[in-house]
């Protein structure tokens, strides 16, 4: 199957994961939403992966735990901010600003993993940093 399914079921979940979340932490400090919130996917994702599995956690390389936990300190730290930036600002302007990760990622991919960059990541780039703004605009 190809990935662009798989991208659009993440962009209609995230969008929903920002209305969900602005409405969690209306009551509750963030950092302990973020806990719930993290605590739920473990009890989510580790079912799915034991069902789905081809090869087990013995298999996995010492580099690729490296990388692994540190894209997940990256997550944890991004959800804390996003929490906090949801709690204390509208969603509809938190989630554009928080979508900057996109241009972001675009740039680390050329930098460090040597992807060539097209003029369609220029100016797709230049389009979501202006939307953003635009969006987040008071």
Not at 35 to 61: E, H
Not at 64 to 72: A, D, E, I, Q, R
Not at 104 to 128: D, K, M, N, P, S
Request: charged share 10%.
């Amino acid at each position: 199957m190809s990935w662009l399914p798989w991208a659009l079921l993440s962009a209609l979940f995230a969008g929903l994961t920002a209305i969900l979340a602005k409405v969690g932490v209306r009551d509750v400090d963030s950092n302990l939403a973020t806990a719930i919130r993290t605590v739920v996917i473990l009890l989510f994702a580790w079912p799915i992966a034991w069902a789905t599995k081809t090869q087990s956690l013995a298999d996995v390389s010492i580099r690729t735990w490296s990388f692994l936990v540190l894209s997940g300190l990256a997550t944890g730290l991004s959800w804390l901010c996003y929490f906090r930036a949801l709690q204390l600002g509208d969603a509809s302007k938190v989630a554009p600003i928080d979508k900057l990760s996109v241009v972001v990622a675009i740039a680390l991919a050329a930098l460090f993993l040597h992807e060539r960059l097209t003029w369609q990541h220029y100016v797709g780039g230049t389009l979501i940093v202006s939307g953003a703004i635009v969006l987040a605009w008071k």
